[in-house]
Each structure stands twice: as C-alpha cells, then as structure tokens.
C-alpha cells in the first residue's frame, strides 16, 4: 500500500474539550474532499526537532468522511511531551500543519455481520466516534454496538453528550461510560469487567481497542479467555 503524500493543512477551528484536551478541525486546501476509512490516522510533522523520524505524531481522526476536505483530530496535552506542547502552546487558527495520510487499517469490517463492542479510554474514542457517525450518516446495517469508555472523571468523558444523543438516533447502540476515579450514577471502575459481563454469553462478536497499551494488552488476554478467536479482536494502540 503506497503511503500519501505530504500536504498542507489550515487550522480553521479549535475548540477546548476538557481541561486538558483539544479538538483541532484542519482543512486541506489543495482538496475538495478528503477521502478516508473511519479508523484511519494522520501523522503530522511538527517543527520541533531536526530529524524527521523525531517530529512525526500519529492521531485517529476523530470525524467521519463527509465529502468536504475537513478532518478533526482529538489530542490530548502532554506536558512532559513536544508535540503536544507545540500544538498547544504554538498553534491557532489560521496556522498550517504538515500532514501525511489517511492510513491505517484499524478499520471497520463490512458488512457487520457480528455485535461490534468498542473499548477505549481517552482520546482513544476518536476512530469510535468516526465510525459511529458514518454508520448513521451511511445507514449502514448493522448488529448492536456497545461503546464502553474509560475515564477518570466525568469531566474528562469527550463527546459525552453527542454518545448520549447517538444511543436515542443510532438502532442498537448502547454508550457505556465508566469511571475509575469518580462515585456516580453510571458504571464504575474499569472497563474490563464492563465487557466482560456484556459477553458472559459469549455471543458473536468483533471487539475493537484504543487506547494505553497496558489496557489493551489486559483486553486482548481477558476476551481470548473468554474464548473469542484472536481474528475478532482488533487493536491500536496508543503512545
């Protein structure tokens, strides 16, 4: 698979999440549209060292193909990093970012013909997030979806009330968002045990992961326990 060229993005938006999270919505000029597969990453090129291979960060897009030349990523700040300072502290609206991509196969597997269970913490929700708007937007068929959500604290869970919304619109969603630091009236804890219950009876299912690579190290091991086939469980990882 040949890799796409190098482009200029325009930052036109940026909107504050969280506390410590960003939405950063780029448009590619030189394109009427940007096509992608919803689960597919960018990787930028940031001017913040002198080799190449030191500058490059890779981020899920977190919007859906829409047919217009505008992708939205979700990043969150590392204050111990250099990407995420420099997109931070140095980027606004009007800025260009050097960008290579789409790329990527963390991607759906059409037709769904199983339940898809999708597990992330973090940002790691942004290839969901894409891939639960093209499947309304695209009408596309498909068995229950189960999007489970780790987080911290409520104030940190992105796209809360857009998920909230999805599971009155999308047929056979269901939004799980479970915290590890917070009491409060939804599920608690870790994201492992959610799942698990979910599929005690073991029904037909491809499981997605995004996130930490400690949580989904964790995820893989526990669903082959389960007795799922390594072939239903997909994975990118994250840092």
């Known amino acids: ?12 938006q940026i909107q504050q999440q969280t506390n410590d999270t960003r939405s950063f919505f780029i448009q590619v000029p030189e394109l009427t549209t940007l096509n992608f597969k919803p689960g597919q990453f960018v990787t ?29 990523l979700i990043i969150v700040l590392d204050k111990n990093g250099t990407g995420t300072p ?10 260009e970012l050097k960008f290579r991509g789409p790329q990527g196969v963390f991607t759906l597997k059409e037709p769904i013909d199983k339940d898809l269970v999708f597990i992330c913490t973090g940002t790691g929700i942004a290839p969901f997030r894409s891939m639960l708007q093209y499947i309304k937007r695209n009408a596309v068929e498909h ?14 869970l992105l796209y809360y009330d857009e998920m909230k919304q999805l599971e009155q619109e999308l047929k056979g ?16 804890g870790y994201v492992h045990p959610v799942y698990e219950s979910l599929c005690a009876d073991r029904r ?36």
Not at 1 to 12: H, Q
Not at 173 to 188: A, N
């Open 173 to 188: 969603f269901t939004y799980l968002p479970t915290l590890s630091r917070e009491e409060w009236d939804g599920q608690m």
């Open 143 to 156: 068995k229950n979806i189960c999007l489970i959500f780790g987080c911290r604290t409520k104030a940190s």
């Open 86 to 95: 420099y997109l931070f502290n140095e980027v606004t609206v009007g800025s």
């Open 204 to 239: 037909p299912a491809e499981f997605y992961l995004c996130g930490w690579k400690g949580m989904i190290d964790d995820a893989r091991k526990r669903i082959a326990d389960m007795g799922y086939d390594k072939k239903e469980i997909h994975y990118e990882i994250y840092g």
């Open 44 to 72: 930028l090129d940031l001017p913040i060292h002198e080799k190449p291979n030191k500058r490059w960060r890779s981020y899920s897009i977190a919007s859906s193909p829409d047919g217009s030349n505008v992708f939205e």
């Open 1 to 12: 698979m040949s890799l796409e060229p190098w482009r200029t993005g325009k930052v036109i």
